[in-house]
């Protein structure tokens, strides 16, 4: 299924919305759920943040002019959704982004979704205490291995701006590394 381009998809939403949605579905719903995932670090709360990714793409796919590729499109709303969970959560905890790291840093490790080793879990502990920008940055560069061209269509932030931001969360994630 992965030969399927934006165009096939294009045509296939001017004859049936419901089967081309949901081949977007079954073409990008895994990738876009390890994304969330990484920003979100809880596997109820990425769940959450996909369902409502797919319902914000539903309500807006039929304004989506395909300039920029279908998958930067999804990854924006995406991420954008990710963001916000963070913040609502933080919000309605009423504890701080620090004592949100260490709730993170505490689900990662007692989750049964996550099988990673001992530095899969410093490694991802160290991303937490990254900023959110940084974060999201780090995430789609190291682990998506995302353009920085892609990655400005999905932030809308200009390519310098993003390598500046990858380079300071590296330097951030290897001094954490160090001193762990």
Do not use: C
Request: without cysteine; aromatic residues 10%; hydrophobic residues 40%.
């Amino acid at each position: 299924m992965s030969h399927i381009t934006d165009e096939d998809i294009k045509s296939l939403l001017n004859q049936d919305a419901d089967k081309a949605f949901r081949m977007i579905i079954d073409l990008y719903g895994s990738k876009l759920y390890w994304h969330i995932r990484r920003i979100v670090i809880i596997h109820d709360d990425a769940d959450d943040a996909l369902q409502n990714t797919f319902i914000n793409a539903w309500k807006n796919i039929a304004g989506f002019r395909f300039e920029s590729s279908l998958l930067t499109w999804l990854w924006s709303i995406a991420t954008n959704e990710a963001l916000t969970l963070i913040r609502k959560r933080e919000r309605q905890s009423a504890v701080s982004l620090d004592d949100l790291d260490g709730i993170f840093a505490q689900a990662l490790e007692g989750n049964s979704y996550f099988d990673g080793d001992e530095a899969s879990v410093k490694l991802q502990n160290a991303i937490l205490k990254l900023p959110d920008k940084q974060r999201t940055v780090f995430n789609m560069k190291y682990f998506d291995d995302m353009s920085y061209e892609e990655m400005s269509g999905v932030t809308g932030t200009s390519v310098g701006a993003l390598k500046a931001s990858y380079h300071h969360a590296v330097k951030k994630v290897e001094q954490y590394l160090q001193d762990n």
